[in-house]
T-cell receptor
Framework: ETGVTQTPRHLVMGMTNKKSLKCEQH?????MYWYKQSAKKPLELMFV???????ENNSVPSRFSPECPNSSHLFLHLHTLQPEDSALYLC????????????FGPGTRLTVL | KQEVTQIPAALSVPEGENLVLNCSFT??????LQWFRQDPGKGLTSLLL?????REQTSGRLNASLDKSSGRSTLYIAASQPGDSATYLC????????FGAGTILRVKS
């Protein structure tokens, strides 16, 4: 256990559905991250939050909408997704933004039909 | 733009063999480099972190080296075991983590 939990672990949704992914960290960290891991592609950084403020959006389509209500929780709201959005979505946290070690959650396996 | 390359893409070895995984990166302005392990369908487990001022780090049977000037790192696994079978990811941190595509390792019993 890394101290970072993600729910749900698996999600199947249609292209017209709206769903949310949840990440929670119990490490007292200030920075949280969303990553996408598609088949046969390297992990890609999507969003970075530091002290609840978004500090980086890596050109992610607007059908992905992050929310960080506090330093322990991070959400990824999904709507009108495409089949190519099917992937493993990983959340991570670190003490602060930048050079600190990142701790990863187990991921949510998303399938878009 | 930082690019990270891992060689080989896949590796299959008999149990007990010593092996080396390679990672190269294009921009040497980094804070640190991390090696992760990922089991199928699971998240990432951090194995070793080497700060930019360090040359190597060791943990049990794992040893990672860093040559920042040449943009290279190696992960050495001694006396490999079937439980070492996983994907090994190298990630370079220059204010954000940039990952390589990984090396898929299979250790046969």
């Amino acid at each position: 256990e890394t101290g970072v939990t993600q729910t749900p672990r698996h999600l199947v949704m249609g292209m017209t559905n709206k769903k949310s992914l949840k990440c929670e960290q119990h490490l007292g960290h200030n920075a949280m991250y969303w990553y996408k891991q598609s088949a046969k592609k390297p992990l890609e950084l999507m969003f970075v939050y530091n002290f609840k403020e978004q500090t980086e959006n890596n050109s992610v389509p607007s059908r992905f909408s992050p929310e960080c209500p506090n330093s322990s929780h991070l959400f990824l709201h999904l709507h009108t997704l495409q089949p190519e959005d099917s992937a493993l979505y990983l959340c991570a946290s670190s003490q602060d933004r930048g050079s600190d070690t990142q701790y990863f959650g187990p991921g949510t396996r998303l399938t878009v039909l | 733009k930082q690019e990270v390359t891992q060689i080989p893409a896949a590796l299959s070895v008999p149990e007990g063999e010593n092996l080396v995984l390679n990672c190269s990166f294009t921009d040497s302005a980094i804070y640190n480099l991390q090696w992760f392990r990922q089991d199928p369908g699971k998240g990432l487990t951090s194995l070793l972190l080497i700060q930019s001022s360090q040359r190597e780090q060791t943990s049990g049977r794992l040893n990672a080296s860093l040559d920042k000037s040449s943009g290279r790192s190696t992960l050495y696994i001694a006396a490999s075991q079937p439980g070492d079978s996983a994907t090994y990811l190298c990630a370079v941190n220059g204010n954000k983590l940039v990952f390589g595509a990984g090396t898929i390792l299979r250790v046969k019993s």
